[in-house]
């Protein structure tokens, strides 16, 4: 098993990377969601083809995102424990927000 995940170490290294060098394309804006929801419209004078959201460490919310063509929309999303599935926070979130170029 280990002769053959050599040969896939130079791939996940050149993935590794790739990654690091779009996620450090963009200096983060610090924004907060009301009510767990943010929305915000793509520019089409800046380049944003991916979204990072940085919450600490020991955060209880996770964000959901989705896109369109002219905006993306974040909720975040607690998991509480007398519900089967997550619901929308009513909280106010801090957060870091990244709009990468690929």
């Not at 380049?47 to 896109?67: H, T, W």
């Not at 909720?75 to 089967?84: A, I, K, L, T, W």
């Not at 599935?85 to 979130?93: E, G, I, K």
Request: hydrophobic content about 35%; some cysteine.
């Amino acid at each position: 098993m280990e002769e053959w995940q050599i040969d896939l170490y130079a791939i996940k290294s050149g993935i590794g990377l790739s990654l690091q060098m779009i996620r450090n394309s963009t200096n983060p804006s610090f924004e907060k969601a009301e009510r767990g929801f943010y929305q915000r419209p793509i520019e089409s004078n800046i380049a944003c083809q991916m979204i990072r959201v940085v919450l600490p460490d020991n955060s209880k919310y996770f964000p959901e995102i989705s896109g369109g063509r002219h905006r993306y929309t974040i909720r975040f999303m607690e998991q509480f424990p007398n519900s089967e599935r997550p619901l929308q926070s009513a909280d106010t979130v801090a957060f870091e927000l990244h709009c990468c170029i690929l």
